[in-house]
């Protein structure tokens, strides 16, 4: 297994372990954190294992993450209905 890939396993373990924290916040921050840790891991792994393994990250974490995924779609399509 490359490093990359490691990388992504340790935070998806992560993304678990987040999830199960009770938090007043709506898991917000966490959030956040694990999107500003994944984007830059997301293009390690696919420029070190290639498109087709860094499109299964990307499913991953959009899997664990699907609510700002949600809200970045509505907000594009208020940008794109506005226009």
Same mark, same amino acid.
């Given at each position: 297994?490359? +490093?990359?890939? #490691?990388? #992504?396993?340790?935070?998806?373990?992560?993304?678990?372990?987040?999830?199960?924290? +009770? !938090?007043?916040?709506?898991?917000? +921050? #966490?959030?956040?954190?694990?999107?500003?840790?994944?984007?830059?891991?997301?293009?390690? =792994? =696919? /420029?070190?294992?290639?498109?087709? #393994?860094?499109?299964?990250?990307?499913?991953?974490?959009? !899997?664990?993450?699907? /609510?700002?995924?949600?809200?970045?779609?509505? /907000? =594009?399509?208020?940008?794109?209905?506005?226009?």
């Amino acid at each position: 297994m490359t +490093p990359s890939l #490691a990388l #992504a396993c340790l935070l998806a373990v992560l993304a678990a372990v987040l999830a199960m924290l +009770p !938090s007043r916040r709506s898991h917000w +921050p #966490a959030a956040w954190l694990l999107i500003a840790l994944g984007l830059p891991l997301l293009a390690y =792994v =696919v /420029w070190e294992n290639g498109a087709l #393994a860094g499109a299964l990250v990307f499913a991953a974490g959009a !899997s664990v993450l699907r /609510w700002p995924l949600f809200h970045l779609w509505r /907000w =594009v399509a208020r940008m794109v209905g506005a226009g």
